[in-house]
């Protein structure tokens, strides 16, 4: 089983920017295609990125393409979220999460989750 858990959530004006990390336990961490979710209060969760097993291939919801980068660091078992221009829609916590899955966009093909981290954008 893979333990992750998230970090660098926070409060930002719109326009700021906030680095999400997300680390996990096993050193079978490189095996794992990883994503982040986001849930807004009342809303249903919703894929945000994703990024396959060696980085080489990344993934995004349209709503952040652009503005959000996804990257992974396979020694330090380790995937971030680099997120710029931040929206008060981006508002929500975000999970991060480990597929057995390439490209899944479907937080049903996710195997192990985070607690989540909220992160407030605020106009």
């Known amino acids: 089983q893979v333990q992750l858990v998230e970090s660098g959530g926070g409060s930002v004006q719109a326009g700021g920017s906030l680095r999400l990390s997300c680390a996990a336990s096993k050193r079978t961490f490189s095996t794992y295609n990883m994503g982040w979710f986001r849930q807004a209060p009342g809303k249903e969760r919703e894929f945000v990125a994703a990024i396959m097993l060696n980085g080489g291939i990344t993934s995004y919801a349209d709503s952040v393409k652009g503005r959000f980068t996804i990257s992974r660091d396979n020694v330090k078992a380790t995937m971030y979220l680099q997120m710029n221009s931040l929206k008060v829609e981006d508002t929500g916590v975000y999970s991060c999460?480990?597929?057995?899955?390439?490209?899944?966009?479907?937080?049903?093909?996710?195997?192990?989750w985070g607690q989540g981290t909220q992160v407030t954008v605020s106009s």
């Open positions: 999460a480990a597929s057995s899955y390439s490209s899944a966009r479907s937080s049903r093909l996710y195997n192990y």
